[in-house]
C-alpha cells in the first residue's frame, strides 16, 4: 500500500462527507471543514486529556494482555498435556463478546481506570492467546527435531524458537482486535467516568448537542484506533523484516 | 565410534522396527543406509542422534552410553530445518548462540568449548557467503541446504547424521553437494551417517551401505563400496553393479 493511495483515499472520503452534508443540510451532520475548525480548536481545550485518558487504557490494557497472554499462549501450544486440559476451556470462553461483561466488571471493579483496562484487557487477552497458541503448536516438528539436535534444552527452544516465532502471531491478534478495543472502550468509557473520548462525544452529542464538537471527539477516537494500528503495522515492519522480504 | 548391541525400538502402531539388532561403526567411516519408505531408517537416524531412546539394547557412541542428543553429533534434516525469520548468517550461527546460551556446560555443549560466533569462513567454504543476508525464503534449495550443513559444520561435530539431505533437489546441485559433503567430511574426519531411500546416493556416497528391510530388522545387511567419493566414481562398472544389486534386493524386500 502506498502513501500516497492512503492520502488520496482520505480526500476521496472527505468529498463524500461533505457532499452528504450538503444534501442531508442538518445541524446533525455538519461539514468536515467546521468539525476540523473545532477539533483544532478543542486540541487547546479538553480535548487532549479525554485523549490522553483513553489512550492511556488503551495502551494499559494491550501490555497487560501481551504479558498474560504470550507466556500463557505458549506454554498452551508448546504441551500436548496443557493444551488438551485448556483448549476445550479457550474453546468455550473465546466467542463469548466481552463487551457484555462492562456493567459486571464495573460493579467488580469500581469506577476507576482499573475496570476499563480489565474490559480491553479481556478482549485483546484472547485473541493473543489463540494465536500464540495455534502458531507454538503449528510449528514443524522439523524445526523443533534440528535445533535439539544443536544441543538445545526447553529454555533454549524458548529463546529461539517459541518466543521469536510468535511475535508475528501476536502482532496480528493486536491488529485484527485493536479497533474492537477501541469501540468497547467507548462502551466502557460511557459508564462512571468523566475523562476519555467516549465520554466526551457521548457529553457533546446528547447532552450540549454541541455536534461539531461530537463529531471533534469521533475524529480523534478514529485517530487513535489508526495511530495503534498504524503503530502495530510499523512494529511488524521492524520486529518481523522477514516477512516483507521478495 | 558408533556400536549398536542388540537393540530394539518399535512404536505402539507399528510394532518393533528393530529387534536385537547390531551396527558397528568405525571413526571417519561414511556410511548410507538405504531402505524403502517405512523401514525404519529416519527412526534410525533419530535413535542414533539421542532424539529416540531403544526400547531395550544399547547405543554406545566413543564408548559411552548414548541417553541425550550429545554436543558433538550434527544432525540435518531434508526440509533443512532453517529458521525463516533468521538470515542465512543468523541460522549458521544459530548452534553457536545455543552453544553460547548454555556456556561449555558439557550437556548442551562440549565442556572444552570456547565461545565462537564468526560462521563466515564456513559461508565461504560453502559458497553462500554472498547470500548471508538473505532469508531462507530468499534462496534457492540448494542454498538452503548448505546453510544448514554450514550451521552444523561450524559446531565442529565428530559425527554426521542426514536423513534424505539432497531429496527435494535438482540432480546436478543434487551431485555437487554429496561431492562437497563427502569432501568435508574428509577434511575434517568426520563419521558421517546418511539416510536416503535413492539407491544412486547411496552408492555414491556410502563406503559402506546397511540396507534395512521390511521390519522388524534383525540383522545388519552390509554392502562395501571402498570408492565412493572417489573421481569418476560413478562412471566405473563397479558403481553401476553395486546400483543393480541393491535395486534388486530392494525388490525383492517389497515382493
Redesign the interface.
Known amino acids: 500500500m502506498k502513501r500516497r493511495d492512503v492520502l488520496l483515499a482520505s480526500l476521496g472520503l472527505l468529498v463524500i462527507w461533505q457532499a452528504a452534508a450538503m444534501l442531508v443540510n442538518r445541524p446533525i451532520l455538519p461539514a468536515p471543514l467546521v468539525v476540523l475548525g473545532v477539533f483544532f480548536r478543542e486540541l487547546g481545550g479538553e480535548l487532549p486529556v479525554h485523549f490522553t485518558a483513553s489512550l492511556w487504557r488503551v495502551i494499559a490494557g494491550m501490555v497487560l494482555s501481551v504479558l498474560t497472554a504470550v507466556p500463557a499462549g505458549l506454554a498452551i501450544g508448546g504441551s500436548k498435556r496443557l493444551n488438551r486440559i485448556f483448549s476445550p476451556v479457550i474453546y468455550l470462553l473465546y466467542p463469548i463478546p466481552k463487551v457484555v461483561f462492562v456493567p459486571v466488571v464495573l460493579l467488580f471493579l469500581g469506577i476507576g481506570d482499573l475496570a476499563k483496562i480489565v474490559v480491553i484487557f479481556l478482549i485483546l487477552f484472547f485473541q493473543i492467546i489463540v494465536l500464540v497458541r495455534d502458531q507454538a503448536a503449528g510449528l514443524?516438528p522439523?524445526?523443533l527435531?534440528?535445533?535439539?539436535?544443536?544441543?538445545?534444552?526447553r529454555?533454549?527452544l524458548f529463546?529461539?524458537?517459541y518466543l521469536?516465532?510468535s511475535?508475528p502471531a501476536i502482532l496480528t491478534a493486536l491488529r485484527q482486535s485493536v479497533g474492537t478495543a477501541v469501540a468497547v472502550l467507548y462502551i466502557a468509557e460511557l459508564f462512571a467516568t468523566r475523562k476519555g473520548l467516549g465520554y466526551y462525544i457521548y457529553y457533546n452529542g446528547s447532552t450540549l448537542l454541541d455536534y461539531p464538537a461530537m463529531y471533534a471527539g469521533v475524529l480523534a477516537m478514529s485517530l487513535l484506533g489508526l495511530g495503534l494500528y498504524f503503530t502495530v503495522d510499523w512494529m511488524e515492519k521492524r520486529l518481523?523484516?522477514?516477512k516483507f522480504?521478495? | 565410534m558408533i556400536q549398536l548391541h542388540a537393540l530394539s525400538f518399535g512404536y505402539p502402531q507399528s510394532g518393533l522396527l528393530f529387534d536385537g539388532f547390531n551396527w558397528h561403526v568405525q571413526r571417519g567411516e561414511t556410511w548410507a543406509i538405504l531402505g524403502s519408505s517405512g523401514c525404519g531408517k529416519t527412526t534410525f537416524l533419530y535413535l542414533l542422534a539421542g532424539l529416540q531412546h531403544p526400547s531395550s539394547g544399547q547405543i554406545l557412541i566413543n564408548g559411552q552410553a548414548l541417553t541425550r542428543p550429545r554436543p558433538r553429533t550434527g544432525l540435518i534434516l531434508q526440509d533443512y530445518g532453517l529458521l525463516p525469520w533468521a538470515t542465512v548468517r543468523q541460522n549458521a550461527q544459530l548452534g553457536l548462540k545455543v552453544r553460547n546460551f548454555y556456556g561449555a556446560d558439557g550437556v548442551h555443549t562440549p565442556q572444552d568449548y570456547s565461545p565462537e560466533r564468526d560462521v563466515t569462513p564456513w559461508l565461504e567454504r560453502l559458497g553462500i557467503a554472498s547470500y548471508a543476508d538473505k532469508y531462507p525464503s530468499q534462496i534457492s534449495g540448494g542454498q538452503r541446504q548448505r546453510a544448514a550443513i554450514a550451521r552444523t559444520l561450524a559446531l565442529q561435530p565428530d559425527l554426521l547424521l542426514m536423513d534424505e539431505p539432497f531429496a527435494s533437489l535438482d540432480a546436478v546441485i543434487r551431485e555437487d553437494l554429496q561431492s562437497l559433503t563427502l569432501e568435508l567430511c574428509d577434511e575434517q574426519g568426520i563419521t558421517l551417517v546418511i539416510v536416503t531411500h535413492n539407491i544412486e546416493e547411496a552408492a555414491a556416497m556410502g563406503r559402506k551401505i546397511l540396507l534395512l528391510g521390511t521390519p522388524p530388522n534383525k540383522q545388519a545387511r552390509v554392502f562395501e563400496n571402498p570408492t565412493a567419493g572417489q573421481p569418476r566414481h560413478r562412471e566405473r562398472g563397479q558403481y553401476q553393479v553395486l546400483c543393480q544389486v541393491l535395486r534388486k534386493e530392494l525388490s525383492i524386500e517389497r515382493a
Do not use: D, N, T
Not at chain 1, 145 to 153: E, I, K
Open positions: 514443524p522439523q524445526l527435531q534440528s535445533l535439539r539436535s544443536l544441543g538445545a534444552g529454555r533454549a529463546r529461539f524458537i521469536p516465532a511475535l518481523c523484516p522477514w522480504v521478495v
